[in-house]
């Protein structure tokens, strides 16, 4: 029985058609031998069938080490800030001051683009004729959305 633990049923009938005891034993003994080939071609088609799905290239799973990759999360997303674009298509060719939230951003020239980044949500606009007392268009409320960019013009 003590055999059987070791070697297994196949080895034991193999070695049974053996009328020689020693060469018997020897048999048992060569078996783990005899078996390796077979290991060995069953662990080489395993591989070539694994490098044929991952179409050649062989994949490794290491479990003492874990791989994080790191996605850098985009400023806007960071400060929940988005981006107010001014234009000024004046057709009397004047200048506005641009007020947001009741700031006085300054002067925004005539055929000049230019960028603002704000908090997310409702803000108001207001756009001041820069050398005139008044405003040159209603007032706005433009809706800033995070990472997005909202576009205003005044013309008049």
């Known amino acids: 029985m003590e055999t059987e633990k070791n070697y297994g049923p196949k080895v034991l009938k193999e070695a049974e058609g053996i009328a020689d005891s020693a060469q018997a034993r020897q048999a048992i003994r060569d078996w783990p031998r005899k078996t390796r080939g077979v290991v ?35 400023e806007c997303e960071k400060n929940h800030t988005g981006t107010l674009k001014l234009e000024n298509r004046s057709q009397r060719s004047l200048d506005y001051n641009v007020i947001i939230d009741n700031i006085n951003y300054g002067r925004l020239k005539v055929g000049e683009i230019r960028s603002f980044e704000l908090l997310t949500g409702m803000h108001t606009l207001d756009f001041a004729w820069a050398d005139h007392v008044g405003y040159a268009c209603g007032q706005s409320r433009p809706q800033i959305i995070e990472c997005q960019t909202t576009w205003i013009y005044c013309d008049q």
Do not use: E, N
């Not at 991952?54 to 985009?74: E, L, R, V, Y």
């Open 40 to 74: 060995l071609i069953a662990a080489t088609t395993a591989v070539l069938i694994t490098m044929a799905v991952c179409k050649g290239t062989p994949t490794t799973t290491t479990s003492t080490s874990t791989t994080t990759t790191t996605i850098p999360i985009p």
